[in-house]
């Protein structure tokens, strides 16, 4: 078979070794040829490719980022690119395409399938690893670890000063990789999606510890953590192809208000795509290669319109339709039950 693979919506680390999987089993086990649409979408709206074999993707296993490139680009949003799309499959002689994304260009795959019948399977990524069907995603282990190491540091700054240190971590629509870093990371509140935060509630947590004795304290926002309605004013942002607010800074607004209020000097740090950048830990490179073996057989067993996912840590199938349904958010047991047991 001749079998295209792209890379769309953010980089994240893992991608390579998923790339490099399909293309070993694809090109050893079961005889195909190999090519990779670039920069996501965008790529296959331009009909551009590059041919991949087991030599090209020699090396890149400890790889961050995607050697495909990636973009945001929604062929369904362009004049035209839906069809060009399909003409660029045609042309190109592609009898299978593996997509690898998150929500929206596993959104885009679906829709392809569904409504114009190509021959496709996708991959789940997403460092927020807030993907509903499967329970966990590539990437989000090496960013909670950024993410981690990080505030590990921030804590001997954060003592030595006695200071609030703000952190921010990414994370849309779920603070997955702020709950999972602030409990590792010791942090002293953790503001996320999920639970619209009351500035009030953490300021007087932070006096409370602060009065018990000489107390640094670390503070965890993810990006798209929502202050209570009125309770603090966030500036409009830009929009893209997929809808999506363009975010970070919160922990800006934050900081000044709780400098302001409690009187704590208050630094900000914001990781920002450092969580993104860089080479896989050794977990995500063993999901990465087990989900890009298993799109390749999904493929050979003409599993389309099929998304490879872990369940109870085996690799099963689910449908595309289900990848991009609903979010998963991040589970109210280990936010209230664990992480909250530390604050303040
Ligand atoms: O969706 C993954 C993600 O890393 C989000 O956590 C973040 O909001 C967004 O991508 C950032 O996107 P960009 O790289 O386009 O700035």
Redesign the pocket.
Known sequence: MRVAILTG??DCPGLNAVIRAVVRKGERHYGDELVGFVDGWKGVIDGRSVPLDVAAMRGTLPKGGTVLGTS?TNPFKVEGAVERVLASLADGGIDALVAVG?EDTLGVAHRLHAEHGVALVGVPK???NDLSATEVTFGFNTAVQIATDAIDRLHTTAESHDRVMVVEV???HAGHIATYAGIAGGAAAILVPEEEFDIDEVCAALTRRHEKGRYASIVVVA?GAQPKEGSLALKDAEVDQFGHV??GGIANVLAEEIEARTGFETRVTILG?VQ?GGTPTAFDRVLSTRFGIAAIDAVHDGAFGQMVAVRADRIVRVPLADAVGELKLVDPELYHGVAEVFFG
């Open positions: 919506g953010g945001r998150g997403t460092i927020d990414m994370g849309r990006e363009k975010l795509h993104r």
